[in-house]
Every structure is written in C-alpha cells, then in structure tokens.
C-alpha cells in the first residue's frame, strides 16, 4: 500500500534555531516527492519539489533531501522564524498519476 | 500573484442536503483537483479533471459526488446528499502541467454536515 510517514508528529524549537524533519514513503513506482507547509486552517503551500534523480533542492531557508533508495526524505530549515510556525507535509506522486499522497504532517512551533 | 479562490469559506448543512462548493482556479492552469481533509487527519485526494472530464478519482469519490467546469473560470464539487462523516475542509487545486508540476491549493471551504 502506497504510504507516507513522517516524524516527529511535533517538534518546538526556539526562534533562530535549525530543525530537521523526516519522510519515509512506500510509494511505488516513485515519480516525485514534494514538501509542502501548512497553515492551521489554510490551504497547503508548496515549498520544494523532487524528481527521482534529484538529491537535493533549496527554496531560501528550507532545504529538502531526497535519497530514493532507501525511500527517504528530510527538510531542514534554517535560522527559524515565529513565521515557520506550521504544519510540514511530504507529499508523493507516482509514476504516471497526478494524485498526491500526503503524509501527517509534522506540527513544528518556534517559540521566541 | 494568482492564487486560487475558493466560497463559500465555510458551509453549514443539514444531512441529506445537496451542497456545491465553488473553485476558481488560477487562470492559464489546465488541471484541476479536489482533496479534502477532515479535522486532525491527513489531506486526501478525491479527483483530478482535465479537458472537461475525470481522469482520476479515489474511492472516496463514490456516486454521491460529481465535478463540474460550468464556464471558463468556475470549478465545483457537489455531494449530493451529504452525510455526517462528509464533515472536512474541502480544498481546490489547480496546476499548469502534470506530472511534476506544481498544484497551487486554494484556502478551503469548510463543511459542517449536523
């Protein structure tokens, strides 16, 4: 069964501070993976996109890693702001379809 | 910058009614999709439209539910005869591509079946 999990489920971290978050997906046959922010009570925003053969992608302070064969991903962020107060979904497509297959999401609070 | 719009923001209703939730996607994107997300739980995908038909739907999307482009800038989701459990956030989506191009969401609406 095509799945996402991420982790944490939450994470608080103080303003200024880096994070990491992780996604691991069973999704097959793999077409792309996207990290999206949400939020609370708003539609998701993309943030970063990755195909199969792409490692790494950077969108200002939210870098994304992708390593397909252990079917992994992470995104860090960097220099938080009270702004990145939100919920991180991995997202992830398979070959030859446009459905989005969402994970949980991680709910990440910066605290001044 | 174009961004997706969505009304009403937030429908009340009563079970068994027929509800359209109402989209304007953003106006040079082709591709069109639904997703909803019910409280505390994971968005997930109901249906993809292209070149006025349905090119994928989930099992969520059953005979209940039906999508329409009426005009060049209107996209709708109706539910026919709402059930309790079609209480969520209902959100709209629309890209300029497949595959691994980006779908822009709109803000929502939320549905509240009593």
Not at chain 1, 79 to 90: H, K, N, R, V
Not at chain 2, 43 to 63: A, C, G, M, P, T
Request: charged share 20%; net charge negative.
């Amino acid at each position: 069964k095509n799945q996402v999990e991420q982790s944490p489920q939450s994470l608080i971290i103080l303003e200024g501070k880096n994070c990491t978050l992780q996604c691991n997906y069973t999704v097959s046959p793999f077409s792309n993976l996207r990290w999206y922010k949400q939020d609370t009570g708003r539609g998701p925003v993309s943030l970063t996109i990755m195909t199969f053969s792409e490692n790494t992608k950077s969108n200002g302070r939210y870098t994304a890693t992708l390593d397909a064969d252990t079917k992994q991903s992470s995104l860090h962020i960097t220099a938080s702001q009270l702004s990145d107060s939100a919920s991180y979904i991995c997202v992830v497509t398979a070959y030859n379809t446009d459905k989005l297959i969402f994970g949980t999401g991680t709910r990440l609070q910066v605290f001044p | 910058e174009p961004e997706v719009t969505q009304t009403p923001s937030h429908q009340v209703t009563q079970m068994g009614q027929e509800v359209i939730l109402r989209c304007v996607p953003i106006s040079n994107h082709l591709y069109f999709y639904w997703y909803r997300q019910i409280l505390g739980q994971k968005v997930e995908f109901l249906v993809s439209f292209y070149n006025n038909e349905i090119s994928e739907k989930s099992e969520i999307f059953d005979d209940q539910f039906s999508v329409e482009r009426p005009d060049g800038s209107n996209f709708t989701l109706k539910i026919r005869s709402t059930k309790l459990e079609d209480s969520a956030m209902y959100f709209c989506a629309s890209s300029e591509a497949a595959g691994t191009a980006y779908q822009f969401f709109g803000p929502g609406t939320r549905l509240t079946v009593l």
